[in-house]
């Protein structure tokens, strides 16, 4: 079979489709309630029969291995539910992996039914212990909503949970080991983000803190033993005398691109072969929707986005500077 390699060697098998650009969440380091971001209509996104053609090509002809939803927040799209469904063959004769990555405000209520669909993994984010401090970070009052996400996530036994972190200075810093205390009796891995920048989240130096300094902090209290990473774009920890593992994602400090295996699709369906790289200016929406292109012609498609992928991504500073890279449109 085909895989997807890059110029300098990367065999891509992780591929990461946000099923929508909008969200139920205005958290201030991703979607500010005052950005000036602006949303596709419903009507370019993908359709999931597009995401279907789409998801076949990458899991039966590319060698794509595991396949992550997010969004925006995809389980705000209308009829997800059907949408799982309709992957649900492709899975069972594929065996690929299925990851989400939610807020969890809405998952409690399908989480059962993505269960039996298939989906082996999630990831929730969640960035404080306080229902307060929650309404203050995401805009809305749905703390409860999603701690209760959490809680039935790991009741019913997928493959893995993890809880992402993103650790803001002086918004949530302070909370690091009480994550750890939370959390060291759950069977959950958490994972600490590092802030990063993005079109439109007024993100500055002052308020970025390094993988180091947020494992320093929760070294205060508890004693950390590094082991092998799986995929190598986590530090990964265990916490000594508790059940609880733990990951640093250090994008910002501390690149982790040579190992990269990923390539990201934007909920109207263009390429993106990095995180900060700029889409493809053609989006596959066009070529998916039409019953006369060729798998042939969607598959070298996305070689030819892949082939333009540089080795690692530019420092914090460029970063900001980019325009229109927002991850309500990226998937995060
Ligand atoms: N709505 C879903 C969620 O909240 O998980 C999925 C989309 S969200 C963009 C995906 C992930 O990106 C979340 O874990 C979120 O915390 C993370 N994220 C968003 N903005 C970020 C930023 N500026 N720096 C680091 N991580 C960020």
Same mark, same amino acid.
């Given at each position: 079979?085909?895989? #997807?390699?890059?110029?300098?060697?990367?065999?891509?098998?992780?591929?990461?489709?946000?099923?929508?650009?909008?969200?139920?969440?205005?958290?201030? *380091?991703? @979607?500010?309630?005052?950005?000036?971001?602006?949303? %596709?209509?419903?009507?370019?996104?993908?359709?999931?029969?597009?995401?279907?053609?789409?998801?076949?090509?990458?899991?039966?002809?590319?060698?794509?291995?595991?396949? =992550?939803?997010?969004?925006?927040?995809?389980?705000?799209?209308?009829? /997800?539910? $059907?949408?799982?469904?309709?992957?649900?063959?492709?899975?069972?004769?594929?065996?690929? %992996?299925?990851?989400?990555?939610?807020?969890?405000?809405?998952?409690?209520?399908?989480?059962?039914?993505?269960?039996? #669909?298939?989906?082996?993994?999630?990831?929730?984010?969640?960035?404080?212990?306080?229902?307060?401090?929650?309404?203050?970070?995401?805009?809305?009052?749905?703390?409860? &909503?999603?701690?209760?996400?959490?809680?039935?996530?790991?009741? #019913?036994?997928?493959?893995?949970?993890?809880?992402?972190?993103?650790?803001? $200075?002086?918004?949530?810093?302070?909370?690091?080991?009480?994550?750890? %205390?939370?959390?060291?009796? *759950?069977?959950?891995?958490? &994972?600490?983000? %590092?802030?990063?920048?993005?079109?439109?989240?007024?993100?500055?130096?002052?308020?970025?803190?390094?993988?180091?300094?947020? $494992?320093?902090?929760?070294?205060? $209290?508890?004693? #950390?033993?590094?082991?092998?990473?799986?995929?190598? /774009?986590?530090?990964?920890?265990? /916490?000594?005398?508790? @059940?609880?593992?733990?990951?640093?994602?250090?994008?910002?400090?501390?690149?982790?691109?040579?190992?990269? @295996? =990923?390539?990201?699709?934007?909920?109207?369906?263009?390429?993106?072969?990095?995180?900060?790289?700029?889409?493809?200016?053609?989006?596959?929406?066009?070529?998916?929707?039409?019953?006369?292109?060729?798998?042939?012609?969607?598959?070298?498609?996305?070689?030819?986005?892949? @082939?333009?992928? &540089?080795?690692?991504?530019?420092?914090?500073?460029?970063?900001?500077?980019?325009?229109?890279?927002?991850?309500?449109?990226?998937?995060?």
């Amino acid at each position: 079979m085909m895989k #997807l390699t890059d110029k300098f060697g990367r065999v891509h098998d992780y591929v990461r489709i946000s099923l929508i650009d909008k969200c139920n969440l205005n958290c201030i *380091y991703c @979607n500010p309630s005052n950005s000036l971001v602006r949303y %596709e209509a419903n009507s370019s996104i993908l359709s999931y029969e597009e995401l279907y053609r789409l998801i076949s090509i990458f899991v039966k002809d590319l060698g794509v291995k595991k396949i =992550r939803f997010t969004g925006g927040e995809p389980l705000i799209r209308k009829d /997800v539910i $059907k949408f799982f469904e309709m992957i649900y063959p492709l899975k069972k004769q594929y065996g690929f %992996e299925i990851g989400i990555t939610t807020n969890g405000a809405q998952l409690t209520d399908k989480i059962e039914s993505l269960k039996s #669909l298939g989906v082996d993994k999630l990831n929730i984010s969640l960035d404080t212990l306080n229902s307060r401090k929650f309404i203050a970070i995401t805009g809305k009052d749905l703390f409860y &909503r999603t701690v209760t996400a959490i809680e039935k996530a790991v009741a #019913l036994n997928f493959k893995a949970v993890k809880v992402n972190m993103v650790v803001v $200075k002086n918004i949530n810093d302070e909370e690091l080991t009480d994550f750890v %205390e939370y959390f060291k009796s *759950y069977p959950v891995e958490l &994972r600490f983000i %590092e802030y990063m920048p993005f079109t439109g989240n007024q993100w500055d130096d002052s308020k970025f803190l390094s993988w180091k300094e947020m $494992k320093a902090r929760i070294e205060e $209290k508890f004693v #950390l033993n590094e082991i092998e990473s799986d995929g190598k /774009v986590s530090k990964d920890f265990l /916490v000594e005398g508790e @059940n609880l593992k733990l990951g640093f994602i250090s994008s910002i400090s501390d690149h982790f691109c040579d190992s990269c @295996n =990923r390539l990201r699709i934007t909920a109207t369906g263009k390429i993106k072969n990095c995180l900060f790289a700029n889409p493809s200016e053609l989006s596959l929406k066009s070529l998916l929707s039409g019953e006369s292109t060729s798998d042939e012609t969607i598959i070298n498609f996305i070689l030819n986005s892949l @082939n333009s992928k &540089r080795m690692k991504h530019p420092g914090a500073n460029e970063l900001t500077k980019l325009n229109q890279n927002n991850m309500m449109s990226i998937g995060g």
